[in-house]
């Protein structure tokens, strides 16, 4: 992570939003409040909401806020290895749906580990194909990235809101695990929070808050939402 001065702006919050139009600021307000303060708050962008279309693919102003697994494999695994934001921007880049995204780069008050969160509104085909797809049997095992070998393994899900599934990208040697993931689907709306790999106490095992995380953030959601949203 770059260094920002104290009392500096960080310089990546200056790259400008891809998407056509003011998004929906409910979105923002749905996401978990960013819980740095002081001199921290320097290295979070603030969230975001991105109304579709996305003009410039190649921009860093959706993925900066999202984590993603460095296991990539091919295409039909970008939404689980990367995030539901880069199948939103690749497969359903369109006037009517939109993307709301945000990190938390330190631990919470809590002791909520780095995460962070995606809320998607648009049609409800689009939030359907988001929600609940099978694993493609091309990404349970990839071994195209020699560097970065790993795969998706599913996992017990929180069952909140309409429906909901978890899912490990795992790796191979020191990561056994790069990232944890849970999706759920609101109405109106779908939500994902990740998780990456990441030091902590002894002990503790970064996956194991995804649950408590992901459901205060459909609770969130869901209070500030309803059920008003395009969907």
Partial sequence: MAVVPAGSPNPQAAIPNPGTGAGDPRLAA????????????????PPAVVALPDRDPRSLFIPLRQYSAAVTGPPECAGWTAGLWLEVVTSFNQ??????VTQQSVPGPSGWPMFSEA????????LGSLA????????????SQTAYPG????????????????FEVT??????VWTWAEVVRGPGFVLEVRIP?????????????????????????IRTLGATTTG
């Fill in 151 to 166: 795969g998706i393994q599913t996992l017990a899900a929180t069952r909140a809101g309409l429906g909901s599934r978890a």
């Fill in 132 to 143: 609940d797809p099978a694993v493609p049997a091309g990404c349970r095992t990839i071994t």
């Fill in 171 to 176: 790796g191979a040697g020191k990561f056994p």
């Fill in 30 to 45: 749905a996401l978990l409040p960013q819980s740095a303060s002081g001199h921290l708050r320097a290295f979070l962008l």
């Fill in 197 to 221: 790999v990441q030091s902590g106490p002894p002990g503790s095992a970064p996956g194991a808050s995804l649950a408590s995380i992901t459901a205060a953030a459909y609770q969130r959601a």
């Fill in 95 to 100: 006037a009517g749906v939109q993307l709301a």
């Fill in 119 to 126: 809320i998607i509104t648009g049609p409800a085909a689009v």
